[in-house]
């Protein structure tokens, strides 16, 4: 392990107490994740995620709270590193413009990197459908909450 992977997501719901969800595909590696992704040197955790929503989702967004940060070991999926995510609840500055899917993986086109959305509802969100390990976590405390508040 020769370094750490800093990484920021944000959890967006709306309305109807759905969660936003990104499927992904990269190079035959299929992946189901919140939206966000690797820090840049010299960039903070809420410029970070502002751009990466902006990249992925052509939204900008406003921080609401922070979340969750990993508090346990994970090796990345993809190289040596050792990742620690951050997670934001956030909110949308105007409504999303994005093709939303029904189905996990519905990639419209072809090519090496594929990407999808999908709203899903955070009592119906299953666990096993989210790929990476602090996902996994993040996802079992978004709908324990979710109960708690009885929303």
């Given at each position: 392990m020769s370094y750490f992977n800093v990484r920021v997501y944000g959890l967006l719901i709306n309305q109807n107490n759905e969660v936003l969800i990104s499927d992904e595909e990269e190079y035959g590696f299929r992946f189901s994740k919140f939206p966000g992704g690797g820090l840049e040197l010299g960039e903070g955790l809420i410029d970070g995620l502002k751009r990466e929503f902006?990249?992925?989702?052509n939204a900008e967004i406003d921080i609401i709270a922070h979340f969750y940060t990993t508090d346990f070991f994970e090796k990345s999926a993809f190289n040596d590193?050792?990742?620690?995510s951050v997670y934001y609840l956030v909110k949308e500055k105007e409504p999303l413009k994005l093709s939303?899917?029904?189905k996990i993986y519905d990639f419209?086109?072809?090519?090496?990197?594929?990407?999808?959305f999908r709203w899903v509802k955070i009592q119906d969100l299953s666990i096993d459908d989210i790929t990476f390990k602090t996902d996994k976590t993040v996802a079992q405390l978004?709908?324990?909450?979710?109960?708690?508040n009885g929303k």
């Open positions: 902006i990249e992925e989702c590193s050792q990742v620690i939303f899917k029904e419209d086109g072809e090519g090496d990197i594929l990407q999808a978004l709908k324990e909450q979710f109960i708690v």
